[in-house]
T-cell receptor, first 113, second 115 residues
């Protein structure tokens, strides 16, 4: 299987919350990232979380980490049409392992009115 | 605008052509990366340069040849490509490979079509 797995699509109504899920295989992952890719653009780092944390909040974004289940989620509150994009989960495990993130396939978030 | 530019944005080439992709970063970073993004596949790391030295070659076929003349510029030279090489090629940079967070800044990509 792949190192980082995500569902490919998520459709939500404007104003609702979106929850994008990710599972990873490497239990030694120390950094977990969420990147966003808007149409016609490259990836942009949204947020990251260290493996010794279980939650991080940044304005409308909440990241939850369940290290036991190797599960990461990104919650977007009050989802707007401008949030429509592809969201990539990624993990890295320095200093003992690779510092370069391993990415999932990306989840396409579609926000409809 | 992330500070990483890529040219051309779109490229169509035949299997016998030779072309080059260019990436430039204006962020003062020391590490640069090439990634391949294919539909519905994980982002694939191809090459990493740190302080102009190649530190990773992720088993990339020799028809892809990278060049990093300085920390601000990265090229990907292409020759005798196959149709399955059609993809979005993304360039990224970071402060240095191996940094604690290693936040990567991505360019918009070059959409390559091999006919």
């Amino acid at each position: 299987g792949e190192d980082v797995e995500q569902s490919l699509f998520l459709s939500v109504r404007e104003g609702d919350s979106s929850v994008i899920n990710c599972t990873y295989t490497d239990s030694s992952s120390t950094y977990l990232y969420w990147y966003k890719q808007e149409p016609g653009a490259g990836l942009q780092l949204l947020t990251y979380i260290f493996s010794n944390m279980d939650m991080k909040q940044d304005q409308r974004l909440t990241v939850l980490l369940n290290k036991k289940d190797k599960h990461l989620s990104l919650r977007i509150a009050d989802t707007q049409t401008g949030d429509s994009a592809i969201y990539f989960c990624a993990q890295a495990n320095p200093p003992g392992g690779s510092y370069i993130p391993t990415f999932g396939r990306g989840t396409s978030l579609i926000v409809h009115p | 605008e992330t500070g990483v530019t890529q040219t051309p944005r779109h490229l169509v080439m035949g299997m016998t052509n030779k072309k080059s992709l260019k990436c430039e970063q204006h962020l003062g970073h020391n590490a640069m990366y090439w990634y391949k993004q294919s539909a519905k596949k994980p982002l694939e790391l191809m090459f990493v340069y740190n302080f102009k030295e190649q530190t990773e070659n992720n088993s990339v076929p020799s028809r892809f040849s990278p060049e990093c003349p300085n920390s601000s510029h990265l090229f990907l030279h292409l020759h005798t490509l196959q149709p399955e090489d059609s993809a979005l090629y993304l360039c990224a940079s970071s402060q240095e490979a191996g940094g604690p967070i290693n936040e990567q800044y991505f360019g918009p990509g070059t959409r390559l079509t091999v006919t």
